[in-house]
């Protein structure tokens, strides 16, 4: 039984299963490698730590893979801070620490995020092999590191719950160099094309909100791990170009300019 449908994502929908817990249930070409892989990437954030639900369970509805979630009540950041403006000083601070703490826990047992940038450049079609060159290149002479990165923080991926903020969507999860993570948050709250559809009241109260909360959000994070705005810079060409790979055709223009710049 799925239960109520609250929530839906890229490639999965949410359901309710009474008080305590949530299925993620997968498209039905979903593989079961992909979704036992989702599962341990979870199992590894939660062993580091880190606030995230618990994997509770897998379970196949209808020819459709699913992993049962530990159910976490309460709103996204993004639905908290925007009800009530005011709100939206501390959330800006409150999302860069945990993203800060975050970023202090070791990435045992999660991949690569060389490799995976690695391969997800070589999969962009709208890059020159020569632009490939250099950002494979670039890539190489930036330090791997090996912190937790959760490679798409944004804030309707944390849940404001009477525990306290919650991390959710783990599956671009790796073990890698903070900047990147921190250049990718940036772009997705500045520069990432909303939903289609979404109307033209919604869109003037994202647009102002995502402008005052990146500010917020990127001047706390310097302050508890600072950086320089040429290593910024080299992080978010490659975040750019990783970008191109999502097909998102609104973006491609500005992605391509980022990479030339």
Not at 71 to 87: D, H, Q, S, V, Y
């Amino acid at each position: 039984m799925k239960g109520k449908l609250i929530g839906q994502g890229r490639t999965a929908l949410i359901y309710a299963r009474g008080e305590d817990q949530v299925l993620k249930l997968y498209e039905p070409c979903t593989t079961l490698a992909k979704v036992e892989y989702e599962a341990e990437l979870c199992r590894c954030i939660n062993k580091a730590g880190i606030p995230s639900p618990a994997v509770e369970g897998f379970i196949e509805v209808e020819g459709q893979p699913g992993i049962i979630f530990e159910r976490i009540c309460g709103p996204t950041m993004l639905e908290f801070a925007t009800k009530k403006p005011w709100r939206i000083f501390k959330a800006a601070r409150q999302f860069a620490e945990l993203q800060a703490e975050m970023h202090s826990r070791p990435g045992s047992g999660l991949p690569s995020q060389t490799e995976k940038i690695k391969t997800r450049l070589e999969g962009v079609s709208l890059l020159a092999p020569r632009t490939r060159a250099k950002l494979t290149a670039l890539l190489e002479s930036l330090p791997a590191g090996e912190a937790v990165c959760h490679g798409d923080y944004h804030p309707d991926n944390l849940l404001m719950s009477p525990r306290g903020p919650v991390i959710i969507d783990w599956l671009d999860a790796t073990a890698g160099h903070p900047l990147y993570d921190v250049a990718r948050t940036s772009y997705l709250l500045l520069k990432a094309a909303l939903p289609p559809g979404t109307g033209f009241r919604r869109r003037l109260v994202i647009t102002v909100f995502r402008r005052v909360f990146h500010r917020l959000y990127l001047r706390r994070y310097r302050q508890l791990k600072p950086f320089s705005e040429k290593d910024f810079a080299d992080w978010t060409r490659l975040v750019a170009a990783v970008r191109l790979d999502e097909g998102i055709g609104q973006e491609e223009k500005q992605l391509l300019a980022i990479i030339q710049a």
